[in-house]
């Protein structure tokens, strides 16, 4: 079985990587299995930084399709037009895809279109908001996989409401949950921690990349200002990407305790996820390891593609209001946090069952309608 594994960000590949050990494992068992990775960015693309393969113990990419840009449907006509030629050149017979991106879409319908086995880890994930790109996407994605593996029974049953076939619904478990588990004991202290003046246990974490967030200037001001008073001087360290820093420098938000520093590499920002007293993000695959590592997480959203998070993790939602936001920190910064309770399959597992399944039913599985 060929299997044509595609990326379409940096995060993807925290999520790919498992699975690629898993195929891995299956090759030197005997299994006539074998994968090829795609990333459907630019070979130069700053954001894979130089460490990030050997941080996640995988190979680099074998096929870099090149696209960049913004403009959703500009992105998904070129990844669709350079995905069929990788194919051209190495067939297929699954193509696997993760999460909701317009990479993940494109290459989807590519390979149904030409008959290819879809499989869509992380499928079922809904916000139930259509004005969202990524629903758009995710949803349209889940209709054509012939395999559908969820992280938890809530993607279950937003599925079965959904009318899929119930044998294509696989509930695997969290793939993110692989990789933090998988490099717990590897995370690295960064060289500029200590002369920082930081110590393990007492700063906060900050992490923004929503982009409509981001537009909104004065709703960021206030939800900035809301961390900075609250933190009452502990340091805030907000590793933050260079469009994000340029948004944040732009409210001239000015606090010595507020660190503002580049993006980190996997290891590293691993290491700061789990020494923080708490987490301030927009971000859903931290809260998902905050909550396996048991870090209080305060998003700055009104949903969790994963409901576990809040539901029994360590996440709080308060959207993009500030006094939720001030109500969340106190509870954090005086000791009232709740702790977790680790979801049902974030045992480390989720990627061999993938594979498991994969390997036992491809041949024999019914092509969709």
């Given at each position: 079985?060929?299997?044509?594994?595609?990326?379409?960000?940096?995060?993807n590949?925290?999520?790919?990587?498992?699975?690629?050990?898993?195929?891995?494992?299956?090759?030197?068992a005997?299994?006539?299995?074998?994968?090829?990775?795609?990333y459907?960015?630019?070979?130069?693309?700053?954001?894979l930084?130089?460490?990030l393969f050997?941080?996640l113990?995988?190979?680099?990419?074998?096929?870099y399709l090149?696209?960049?840009?913004h403009?959703?449907?500009?992105?998904?006509?070129?990844?669709?037009?350079?995905?069929?030629?990788?194919?051209?050149?190495?067939?297929?017979?699954?193509?696997l895809?993760?999460?909701?991106?317009?990479?993940?879409?494109?290459c989807?319908?590519?390979?149904?279109?030409r008959g290819?086995?879809?499989?869509?880890?992380?499928?079922?994930?809904r916000?139930f908001?259509?004005?969202?790109?990524?629903?758009?996407?995710?949803?349209?994605?889940?209709?054509?996989?012939?395999?559908?593996?969820?992280?938890?029974?809530?993607?279950?049953?937003n599925?079965?409401q959904?009318?899929?076939?119930p044998e294509?619904i696989?509930?695997?478990?969290n793939i993110?949950i692989?990789?933090?588990?998988?490099?717990?004991?590897?995370?690295v202290?960064?060289?500029?921690?200590?002369?920082?003046?930081?110590?393990?246990g007492?700063y906060?974490?900050?992490?923004?990349n929503?982009?409509?967030?981001?537009?909104?200037?004065?709703?960021l001001h206030?939800?900035?200002q809301?961390?900075?008073?609250?933190?009452?001087?502990?340091?805030?360290?907000?590793?933050?990407?260079?469009?994000?820093?340029?948004?944040?420098?732009?409210l001239?938000v000015?606090?010595p305790?507020?660190?503002?520093?580049?993006?980190?590499?996997?290891l590293h920002?691993?290491?700061?996820?789990?020494?923080?007293?708490?987490?301030?993000?927009?971000?859903?695959?931290?809260?998902?390891?905050?909550?396996f590592?048991?870090?209080p997480?305060i998003?700055?959203n009104?949903?969790a593609?994963?409901p576990?998070?809040?539901?029994?993790?360590?996440n709080?939602?308060?959207?993009?209001?500030s006094?939720?936001?001030s109500a969340?920190?106190?509870?954090?910064?005086?000791?009232?946090?709740?702790?977790?309770?680790?979801?049902?399959?974030?045992?480390?597992?989720?990627?061999?069952r993938?594979?498991?399944?994969?390997s036992?039913i491809?041949i024999?599985?019914?092509?969709?309608?």
């Open positions: 079985m060929r299997i044509t594994i595609v990326s379409g960000a940096r995060p590949f925290m999520k790919i990587a498992p699975i690629c050990r898993a195929i891995d494992a299956a090759r030197e005997g299994k006539n299995i074998s994968y090829r990775i795609v459907t960015g630019p070979q130069d693309d700053t954001s930084d130089a460490s050997s941080d113990s995988m190979r680099k990419p074998d096929a090149g696209v960049t840009g403009n959703h449907s500009q992105v998904a006509a070129s990844i669709m037009l350079a995905f069929e030629r990788e194919l051209d050149g190495h067939p297929a017979q699954v193509v895809v993760v999460d909701d991106m317009t990479a993940t879409m494109s989807s319908i590519v390979a149904k279109k290819l086995k879809v499989a869509h880890v992380i499928a079922g994930t916000s908001d259509m004005n969202m790109p990524r629903e758009v996407n995710r949803t349209i994605v889940d209709a054509i996989s012939d395999y559908l593996f969820t992280a938890g029974m809530v993607a279950n049953r599925l079965n959904e009318g899929m076939i294509y696989h509930y695997v478990g993110l692989d990789t933090i588990r998988f490099n717990r004991h590897r995370l202290q960064p060289m500029w921690f200590s002369s920082l003046g930081l110590r393990k007492n906060l974490l900050l992490t923004l929503r982009r409509d967030l981001l537009e909104k200037k004065a709703v206030s939800l900035l809301t961390v900075i008073e609250k933190a009452g001087g502990m340091p805030i360290v907000a590793p933050l990407h260079p469009y994000v820093q340029k948004a944040v420098k732009s001239e000015n606090a305790n507020l660190h503002i520093l580049p993006p980190q590499s996997y920002f691993g290491f700061l996820i789990n020494q923080a007293r708490g987490i301030v993000t927009d971000s859903g695959n931290i809260a998902e390891e905050a909550t590592l048991d870090v997480c998003t700055l009104t949903y593609e994963h576990e998070t809040w539901r029994i993790g360590t709080e939602l308060v959207g993009e209001n006094f939720a936001l969340s920190l106190d509870k954090l910064l005086y000791g009232e946090w709740k702790h977790t309770t680790l979801p049902d399959r974030w045992d480390g597992r989720t990627a061999e993938i594979v498991q399944t994969l036992l491809h024999s599985a019914p092509t969709r309608p």
